[in-house]
């Protein structure tokens, strides 16, 4: 459930089953984050942020919720490019070289470019449509030689470097970016 706050922004709202008390804490989005039992009324929740309101403003770091909002829309631009490009990507890379995988994820995860999971699942973050094409090019190329080595391997890195001779230059140069919207 998510709030809306004069002072805080959007305070998402956590009904959880094993919670005895009523705990705030920042999202990874920089939001206010309310953590309160199962059966905690709504009246509740509301009066819980009012009279913690000082506290909150003085222990947790939180956003400016206009920077919530951008981020927000920065998010949503992002995931539509990343649908349009990505999987189209990662399908051509995959047949022109002989890779088969079950399914293409979006994500948009804080540290991850990618990733590839035992179920043969590869998730690329939408933060790669903000990266130079050849970087996003070796970032489809690296999760597709998971599919062989599910390791960081001698082997691995041949098949990468098989695929992309330039893969330390594009490597070295991706750190320089931040995976995270």
């Given at each position: 459930m998510i709030i809306n706050d004069a002072e805080f922004g959007e305070v998402i709202v956590r009904k959880n089953p094993l919670s005895r008390s009523v705990r705030f804490s920042v999202s990874p989005s920089g939001r206010l984050q309310m953590s309160v039992p199962q059966h905690t009324s709504d009246f509740l929740v509301r009066r819980f942020l009012k009279v913690?309101?000082?506290?909150?403003?003085?222990?947790?770091?939180l956003s400016d919720p206009s920077t919530q909002r951008a981020r927000?829309?920065?998010?949503?631009?992002l995931m539509k490019k990343a649908k349009g490009y990505l999987p189209y990507r990662l399908e051509y890379y995959a047949k022109l070289y002989g890779y088969n995988y079950?399914?293409?994820r979006l994500?948009?995860?804080a540290t991850r470019w990618g990733s590839c999971s035992s179920t043969r699942t590869i998730s690329l973050n939408i933060g790669l449509m903000q990266v130079p094409e050849p970087l996003r090019d070796y970032v489809i190329i690296h999760e597709l030689a998971h599919l062989n080595h599910m390791d960081h391997s001698e082997a691995f890195w041949r098949e990468v470097?098989?695929?992309d001779p330039r893969y330390k230059e594009h490597r070295k140069k991706l750190k320089m970016f931040s995976?995270?919207?």
């Amino acid at each position: 459930m998510i709030i809306n706050d004069a002072e805080f922004g959007e305070v998402i709202v956590r009904k959880n089953p094993l919670s005895r008390s009523v705990r705030f804490s920042v999202s990874p989005s920089g939001r206010l984050q309310m953590s309160v039992p199962q059966h905690t009324s709504d009246f509740l929740v509301r009066r819980f942020l009012k009279v913690n309101r000082d506290l909150i403003r003085e222990k947790i770091p939180l956003s400016d919720p206009s920077t919530q909002r951008a981020r927000d829309a920065k998010k949503k631009i992002l995931m539509k490019k990343a649908k349009g490009y990505l999987p189209y990507r990662l399908e051509y890379y995959a047949k022109l070289y002989g890779y088969n995988y079950d399914k293409c994820r979006l994500s948009h995860a804080a540290t991850r470019w990618g990733s590839c999971s035992s179920t043969r699942t590869i998730s690329l973050n939408i933060g790669l449509m903000q990266v130079p094409e050849p970087l996003r090019d070796y970032v489809i190329i690296h999760e597709l030689a998971h599919l062989n080595h599910m390791d960081h391997s001698e082997a691995f890195w041949r098949e990468v470097g098989s695929h992309d001779p330039r893969y330390k230059e594009h490597r070295k140069k991706l750190k320089m970016f931040s995976p995270g919207v």
